[in-house]
């Protein structure tokens, strides 16, 4: 939870902050991550964009606390993250849902996981089914629900954990286009809504760009942070915004700094 | 139904369905009947041996006498299914127990690895002589056998569910700061009950065998020791009503375990998880929304 003395005391409205992050596997050999640095704000939303290997899931996975950086510090809401936490919470490529639990009961889960779920969970976890428009497949199992649906019940257990710092991995990656074009506006909408950070990795630039506030852009071997992009385009956006001039620009942006590597 | 006489199309699918299951049913029916004469007339015309391959006339009279007339066979069926029943219990906890034991412990698994190959590649069945010798006659070896031909496929059908959870959610329970137990009891143990009950399948068929041979062994009671006498003095009609006792009980032994795994694996099949679904919703509506 936000700690408001820490938050007044640090510079506005800083929730997640890298100072010369990086990480190294097989014994130093592999260095996916080097020297990142970062100010993330309260409520921006945040996409990567990267070559396959540049260290995308490795940043979202040093944030959350899964694995210790090697070298540096990440600091969540002005306190060092030494492993997973309640303010957090993660969100995968794959749905992983229970199959023996239905919908709703998967939803449940972190409220599970933490005590008893009162009659309040419940039906938070019933509005947030609504939200992401499953209230007629709560009692489902996910073998009976479609790719795209498992999906988002599994958006809709990432939200439950009431955490404010939303961790995305190419969450909307394995589906075809017209249904990922759909969670996005709908994962931009709730965002919105209930004024979280989201960290949001994805391999498509202008996806990130149409999301975002700010696009990460990553380059690979070593896995590096090339430039932060600042996209300053109101909202709420149209999807007609990406044929615009400013939009375009932005993306050329991202692509010159993806080809400089 | 007013429903199906508007759309007669369905209707029309499933009646041919019907009948192409009836002509099936008939015609491995016609099979059978005519093995089962070619048999009944080869024997009375002398091409089968009737004293190794008995009428099935006979054979049908020696299960009206087995089973109603003198009625003896009731008391070894009695002893035979409780053997099995006890040892099957036995190995499924000894099994389930050490598969969950040895896969949650690494070092326990890398010190225990060497002797499981070489108890895999042991017929386990060739060490019945040994434990009648060390627990001598009586139930309690025979149950022993059971337990160990028994207790192997449980074991290593709970060790590789134990051991093979999905890493990505390994993943999600640590994020979402899951205790050790909660991981055992949510994800872990859930996860594994289909390949564990594949275990108990093939662990309960083991039973019945380990069964019968621990019969043939001591000879004392059961339906094998029955075998061994039928054969012993010639009755070759009730010998072959035993052994097709076991064929049916065989059967009533996968057809029970299908039902078994169609409620404690629900989530595997259609039909499963229409009913559990529909019982959960019943159960969060019924007392919240009233
Ligand atoms: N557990 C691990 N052990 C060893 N190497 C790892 C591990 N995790 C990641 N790496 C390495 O770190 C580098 C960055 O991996 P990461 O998964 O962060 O890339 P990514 O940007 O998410 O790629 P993708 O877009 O393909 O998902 C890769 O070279 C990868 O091989
Ligand atoms: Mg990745």
Known sequence: MPDPTIAQSSTHDIVVSGQGVGKTFADGSVIALQDAHFNIKRGSFV????????????????????????????????????????????????????????????????????????????????????LVGLEDFAFSFPAQLSGGMQQRVALARLLQTGADILLLDEPFGALDEFTREHLNLELMRIVQEVGATAFFVTHNIAEAIFLADQVVVMTSRPGRMAKIVDVDLERPRPLSIQTSVEFNKLVEDVRETLGEM | MAVQDAIPAPQAVEDTAGTVRRKRILRHAGIFLTLILMWEFGSRIGWLDPLFYPRPSNIMRSFWLIYFQNGNVWYHLYATMSLVFLGWIGGSILGIGLGSLVGFNSVLRRFLKPYVIVLEATPRIAVAPLLIAALGFGASSKIAIIVLVCFFAPFINTLSGVMNVDEDRLELFRSMRASKMQVLRKLVLPDAVPIIMAGERLALTAALSGALVAEFIQRDEGIGSLILVYTRNLNMASAFACIFTLTILGFLIFKGMEKIDFYVAFWKYEGGRERVSAKRRAAMEGPDHA
């Open chain 1, 47 to 130: 996409s990567l964009v990267g070559p396959s290997g540049c260290g995308k899931s490795t940043l979202l996975r040093l944030i959350s606390g899964l694995i210790p950086p090697t070298s540096g510090e990440i600091a969540v809401h002005g306190t060092p993250v030494t492993g997973p936490r309640a303010d957090i919470s993660m969100m995968f490529q794959k749905a992983t849902l229970l199959d023996w639990r239905t919908a709703i009961e998967n939803v449940l889960l972190p409220t599970e996981i933490n005590g008893t779920p009162t009659k309040a969970d419940k039906n938070r976890a019933f509005d947030l089914l609504k």
